[in-house]
């Protein structure tokens, strides 16, 4: 099946840096998703990307299904941030969607 | 607007009983249904699917089942709960192939 890494596991930063998360993936997929884990567990969606570049605020993310990759720009990190992020991708299979999530990364943000 | 409801959030059950969770959709028809499970605050497991009433597919073996009893509403069972069936279920669903999916907002499980 499809593998989904995600790099890198963990990541602490101060308040105010700036941070790329990557999302490898090892097959050709129909789309992607990014998500944020708050604290309650909740799964929060960040970006609908199937490929090319997307802004929202201080989040952007790039995929370029060719080369089979996504990342996901944090600027000027609040400590609201804080949390797991994943990328799922979407791939379609038996006449349903599937999404595959990578393990995560879990971002400190500290004040 | 859609939303997707999850109930209970958080549930403790002794090893051996029943478990019923149960996930609506409102504000959309025949979506594409989804259970996850994710264990130790990581990646998210597909347990079951189904893209239609009674339609089932199951992805991994294991102590669980689901069904779809109505259009809009999916439901985990287990006759016996294990011990190793605690974590974190996430019910979500998507409008119909290669589209955005949503999740609900989890029930924590804890068998004991």
């Known amino acids: 099946g499809i593998q989904v890494e995600q790099s890198p596991p963990d990541l602490i930063l101060q308040e105010g840096a700036n941070s790329t998360l990557r999302c490898n993936f090892s097959d050709s997929v129909n789309n992607l998703q990014w998500f944020h884990q708050n604290p309650w567990g909740q799964l929060i969606n960040l970006f609908y990307i199937p490929s090319g570049t997307k802004q929202n605020g201080r989040l952007s993310a790039t995929t370029v299904a060719t080369e089979r990759y996504s990342l996901l720009y944090i600027s000027s990190s609040q400590t609201t941030d804080s949390g797991v992020y994943f990328c799922?991708?979407?791939?379609?299979?038996?006449?349903?969607?599937?999404?595959?999530f990578g393990q995560g990364t879990r971002l400190t943000i500290n004040p | 607007s859609q939303t997707i409801h999850q109930w209970p959030a958080t549930l403790v059950q002794p090893v051996g009983s029943p478990l019923s969770l149960e996930c609506t959709v409102e504000?959309?028809?025949?979506?594409?249904l989804y259970w996850y499970r994710q264990a130790a605050g990581r990646g998210l497991q597909l347990l079951f699917y189904s893209v239609g009433i009674g339609q089932i597919s199951s992805e991994v073996p294991q102590n669980l089942s689901a069904s779809r009893p109505q259009d809009r509403q999916f439901i985990l069972s287990s006759k016996k709960l294990l011990l190793s069936d605690s974590g974190f279920y996430l019910c979500?669903?998507?409008?119909?192939?290669?589209?955005?999916?949503?999740f609900g907002q989890g029930t924590r499980l804890t068998v004991v």
């Open positions: 799922a991708v979407i791939f379609t299979g038996q006449g349903a969607q599937k999404l595959v």
């Open positions: 979500a669903w998507s409008a119909m192939k290669n589209t955005e999916a949503f």
């Open positions: 504000g959309t028809s025949n979506p594409n």
